[in-house]
């Protein structure tokens, strides 16, 4: 099965690694504008490149759609234009499928995947969600794909933009930076601020995915009433800590939903 990626940026690179790592050994191509940026993902990830976009499209078994939202409007216009047919799976944020459809019509059948940048060490976890006319021999291959880069959820395509916004390891760094100033700023130096913050979240988190206890119990087990856990947790409560993880959501969730509308 020959793979072919729209699209050189970072969600590409990161997945590329994650198969490479996994020694995955099907061809893969890469299509993109950019000769440097193909240079650079031949160089690292022994792919074939290819800059025209019609020879790229016709040789795919499973072709990718690897370019941002905004781009996915002009991409789909000139695929239209070649003569071919594929299944295809969409990365673009908030595009939903019944666009895509329309887009390039019935020879072309559709996936949408939301991988994560993690699946570069094989940690990733993709949601995918399918068109009702794509056959079950084409979910599995797409499913049996993203699993070389680690689990792979099928949600329906109605939950999709909560679930990305949700599951963005943005909140991860964004938390470690956090907690890591915090710490800095009350004597700690960045290392030890860092290694501290990292062991907080990475590996309190490790402790729950990885074992049997609810999430509750160890809520409880980490944080004694009137204890430091239970007085810092209560003190981000009261300071709002709850409520801007929900705005932050929503904000994200309206961002994945505007793309829908262009």
Known sequence: ???????????????????????????????????DKLRQLTRQYRVRAEGDLCTAVRKADLLIIAVRPESVRELLREIGEIDHSATAVSLAAGVPLHKLRAALGPKV?????MPSPVCRIGRGLTAVTFDRSLPTQQRRMINRFFARVGPVLEIPESKFDVFTATYSCSHGYHALGALAAAGESQGLDRNTALTAAAHALADGILAWREGKVPLDELLREAATPGGIAATTMAAMNKAGHTKAVVRGLRAGIQRARSHARR
């Open 109 to 113: 059948r559709w996936a949408r995947a």
């Open 1 to 35: 099965m020959r793979t072919v990626l729209l699209g050189g940026g970072r969600i590409t690179g990161a997945l590329l690694a994650g198969l490479r790592l996994a020694a995955y050994d099907q061809p893969l191509m890469v299509h993109d504008r950019h000769a």
